[in-house]
């Protein structure tokens, strides 16, 4: 999986799936996995080398204005997003 | 990971390795890991600030004795999540692992070793940036910091573990305590090239981390209850209501204490500047270095100094704020004030920093990472009232609210406001034209909740102060060599008035001591008064009646707007020698009944009428009459264009809205 560019095609293995939210949109205290990074390539690397990378498990703590999520399943470092950012992260959720 | 894992771009012996003592060791990590603490664990006082040539990043080089071969040679890098990012920031740390960048006074060159600050509760994004670093080929120590913190969020790591597979010291340590050092220290003698480092691509990182995080952190408990409270605490603090409140409590507070410890330092060196300039005065015999020294070195280096108790202390509680990790979730706070404005919330501290004095505010501004809007922050900055404006704003609130504390209470508070509402506006237009460009939507770091440390907050006001006074100080001492040039020359014969004043005292000096003595009095200010008239700075005066004229002012004013030009509180103290003919009458309210009743060259017209008064207080709000801060501005931003900007753009702003005050209120009256 790779993260994807804004306003490029996305791939049918990310967009496809039925379960794919936004990070915005998903509850606290909820688990979830990034599957997609929707952004410039600055913003994804940025958020990569914070450790938001494809593949993380994150726990959200807080979700609105800021979206505050903990990385390593709510272990790692907590990082706090603006609603913009946070929608730019698309999820799917775990159980 | 095996040595013969596909994504190690060069598995070295670590026998290979150079080992032994080093001559500069750099300093590199992720933002927040205690890499700074650890520098100044290293390196205590033995350290100094400069910008990297040719950038506003500053360098932290200092030295550290790490063996029985002298001292060696630490730089501090700034904290970065990566070396490939575009920011300035990253692109240096790569030039230097390079060795294409050098810090100020140093060889461009490879470090001899580098140590890389993982954060513990971080491994990932730590063993990450590690690999990055590790691509360089040179020797490394690994410095594992936040062990403790790792372990009460159920995270065990294992630095042996880790060195074993790194081939390279990795040593557990606490900066805040010390814990680790005298390991750490015996171990940068020993820096290897890791062994093992990852390929380029995005799956090789990932497996070469996953591998070293398999081995060094395998194990994870439960979630301690500590970390429940830390998020309720998050949640609070980044409450749009709660945070709010929060938030203007702590900053408060925080100014609160300023001002008022502040004060103290401040007159302490007022007071020890005006013995000196007693004492100077005494020894130096009479002549012109006399005047210099009394006149312009002397006040020069008290302007400077002055300012350092309010930046020293600002830096000092902003660094026990950041370190207990408040800021962080401000920044969020302060992002839904400032968002709608084009400035991010990390612009907040540079504008409160401001309302003390802009030069601090300015090089705060380098804490935020948008070069746009970097610059529309200090572009703005010098509209906040700083501590400088208040002198003015006294004494023309004193003239337009005699005997109404409550309407002079009011206009103060105005005064800050308006500041306020012009720089935020004014941040909008720059945004929107000059400094178009996408808005930095925040992502930021939560550090953990810790106690502050008071000796990494010494040490950065400490630095804090150093940087001013290297930066600001010259300036400010040559700039007030200038003013008193100006005030002083060209040189003109005592008066007819003071010679006649001194006639009569010499006649009545037996008989009336007491009324000879105060004729002497007055024939000094008038003497003052003349000189002042007559000089550069009283013929600029006169040369800008036209510009001014239309806002009211009488030449004498034109002098004061002149003479500001130094500091701002330099007005009061030029109204003073104007209208009274004595600069201590700056102090006392014989200035404000002086300039109240003081008339124009007709002998009937006031100096201060109301559309002047009003005209000239809106002037001191939004000018940019501060020569230290346009130096300052030319500094950070790298150019002096900026500051040529922002003096043309602050001055015609004041002149054109005290151009509408001194009109509306003749329009009202």
Known sequence: MTSLLMNETPTDSTESRPDRVCLACMPRGARARVIEVEADDEQCATLSAMGLCIDEEVVIHQAGEPTIVSLQGGRGRRIGLSLRVARCLHVVALS | MTSSTPTSVADTDPSDADAGPVGTIALFGNPNTGKTTLFNRLTGLRQKSANYPGT???????????????????????????????????????????????????????????????????????????????????????????????????????????????????????????????????????????????????????????????????????????????????????????????????????????????????????????????????????????????????????????????????????????????????????DRLLRRFGLPGTAFIPLLSSHACAIPGIIAARSIPNRRERLATILVAPFMTCSARLPVYALLVSLLFAGRPALAALAFVGCYALGVVAGVLTALLARGTILRGPATHMTLELPSYKAPSVRTALLTAYDKGMVFLRKAGPYILAFSIVVWWCTEFPRTGAPEESQSLRTQAAQIEEAQPDEAAALLVEADRAESKHALANSFAGRMGRALEPVFAPLGFDWRLNIGVVTSFAAREVFVSTIAIVFVGDEEAAEGEGVIEAARTATRSDGETLVFTGGASWALLVFYVLAMQCFSTLVVTAKETGSAKWAVLQFTYMTAVAYLAALAARYAWIALS
């Open chain 2, 56 to 334: 506003t990043i500053e360098a932290h080089i200092g030295s550290t004795t790490l063996g029985p071969d002298g001292p060696t040679r630490v730089v501090d890098l700034p904290g970065v999540y990566s070396i490939h990012l575009q920011g300035v920031e990253s692109t240096l740390c790569r030039q230097v692992l390079e060795g294409s960048a050098a810090a100020p006074g140093l060889l461009a060159g490879e470090p001899d070793a580098v140590c890389v600050v993982v954060d513990a509760t971080a491994l990932r994004e730590g063993l990450r940036f590690l690999g990055e670093i590790a691509r360089f080929r040179l020797p490394i120590v690994v410095a594992l910091t936040m062990l403790d913190v790792a372990r009460r969020r159920g995270i065990e790591v294992d630095p042996s573990a880790l060195q074993e597979r790194l081939g390279c010291p990795v040593i557990g340590v606490n900066p805040r305590k010390g814990d680790g050092l005298p390991e750490l220290r015996s171990a940068l003698t020993e820096a290897r090239v890791p062994r093992t480092a990852p390929g380029a691509s995005e799956a090789d990182v990932r497996e070469w981390v996953d591998e070293l995080q398999e081995r060094s952190s395998p194990s994870v408990d439960l979630l301690q209850p500590s970390e429940r409270v830390s998020m309720k605490f998050d949640r609070a603090f980044t409450h749009p209501v709660i945070g709010l409140g929060v938030f203007a409590l702590i900053m408060t507070g925080l100014f609160w204490l300023l001002f008022r410890i502040a004060t103290y330092p401040m007159d302490w060196i007022e007071g020890a500047f005006a013995i000196a300039g007693d004492v100077v005065g005494g020894v130096v015999p009479p002549g012109l270095i006399h005047d210099l020294l009394v006149g312009g070195v002397v006040p020069g280096i008290a302007g400077a100094l002055v300012f350092l108790p309010q930046i020293c202390l600002l830096f000092f509680l902003l660094s026990l704020l950041e370190d207990t990790g408040y800021l962080a979730r401000a920044a969020f706070v302060a």
